[in-house]
C-alpha cells in the first residue's frame, strides 16, 4: 500500500505544490492534492483546513502545506488539536521539526526559498523519525485540553 500524503496550498505556493506532487508520485508516494489549482488569487485557510484535518484524523500521516511566507497556512493548520504545523526554510529545521517535535505537517514558505530547496526539505521531513524520550513530555504539553 503507498504512503497517502495530503498537500495544499495558496496561489503563491501553486507552483512549488505541482514540482513537490510530481517529485513524490516519481518515489512511489499517493498525493491527496487539496488545492489549490492555479496561481488565482485564493484565501490559504480554504486549503490548509482540510490538510490539517486529514492529518488529525490519521494518526501517523504526514501533511504538506505551503503558502507565499508559510505563516498563515501554518497558523490554520496549528488550529486543529491533533495537529503540529512546522514552518521550515533550512533543512535542519525539517529535520528537527520530526525530531524534537514529532511535528506531523511541514509548511514551507514559497516565496522565499527554491524548488531544491523546498524538495530537500520534504525528504528529510519524512525521513525523519521522532526521537520521543525527554522531547515526548513537550509534545504532550502542546495542546490545549
Excluded at 496561481?39 to 480554504?46: A, L
Excluded at 522531547?135 to 502542546?142: D, E, G, T
Aim: aromatic content about 8%; charged content about 25%; overall charge negative.
Amino acid at each position: 500500500m503507498k504512503k497517502i500524503i495530503p498537500i495544499g496550498a495558496d496561489h503563491a505556493g501553486f507552483e512549488l505544490k505541482a514540482r513537490i506532487i510530481s517529485y513524490l508520485t516519481e518515489k512511489g508516494y499517493e498525493m491527496k492534492d487539496f488545492g489549490c489549482y492555479s496561481t488565482d488569487s485564493i484565501d490559504y485557510p480554504d486549503f490548509g483546513h482540510p490538510v490539517a484535518q486529514m492529518v488529525e484524523e490519521n494518526t501517523g500521516m504526514l501533511g504538506i502545506l505551503i503558502c507565499g511566507s508559510g505563516n498563515g497556512i501554518s497558523m490554520t493548520a496549528n488550529k486543529h488539536q491533533g495537529v503540529r504545523s512546522a514552518l521550515c526554510w533550512k533543512k535542519e529545521l525539517a529535520q528537527l521539526a520530526r525530531q524534537h517535535n514529532d511535528a506531523n505537517i511541514i509548511t514551507l514558505p514559497a516565496r522565499f526559498i527554491s524548488e531544491e530547496e523546498g524538495i530537500e526539505m520534504i525528504d528529510i521531513f519524512l525521513s525523519t523519525e521522532f526521537e520521543g524520550g525527554r522531547h515526548q513530555n513537550r509534545v504532550n504539553k502542546i495542546a490545549c485540553n
